[in-house]
């Protein structure tokens, strides 16, 4: 009986052992981490255990390349429906600053063309009479 529960116990701690190695990118996530400044911007650290980031990659990760066009009220309706938050909970302001600090640390980047879309609506705004 003590071999056969030897062999189990010796079977389960090297599938532990295969589980529990890990690589990670330890240079990133400490990168990640420190506050950075970008120009004139400063953009703090990124804490990625955060719930709100957490919501908000899978949220960006689950939209896939549709996302790339939605409004951030759009990606605000998403994550409150997603998680079943109020919009007290976790507001559009804290959104805003959440895909800002994503920006800043390269991970996500506006799409060029909805950047020369805004771009030419708003000069034709400009160009209005009135």
């Not at 690589?23 to 420190?34: E, G, K, T, Y």
């Not at 998680?83 to 060029?112: C, M, T, V, W």
């Amino acid at each position: 009986m003590r071999a056969t529960f030897q062999a189990i116990t010796d079977r389960f701690a090297g599938y532990q052992a295969e589980w529990l190695n890990v690589h990670v990118d330890f240079p990133l996530l400490q990168r990640l981490a420190r506050r950075i400044t970008v120009g004139a911007v400063r953009y703090p650290g990124l804490k990625i255990h955060e719930p709100r980031i957490m919501r908000l990659f899978e949220v960006v990760l689950h939209g896939g390349p549709q996302i790339g066009g939605w409004t951030t009220r759009q990606i605000h309706r998403a994550v409150l429906a997603s998680f079943d938050l109020s919009e007290k909970a976790y507001g559009l302001n804290q959104l805003r600053y959440d895909p800002r600090k994503l920006k800043g640390h390269r991970l996500i980047e506006r799409d060029a063309l909805i950047c020369e879309r805004e771009h030419e609506t708003i000069e034709h705004l400009l160009a209005m009479p009135g």
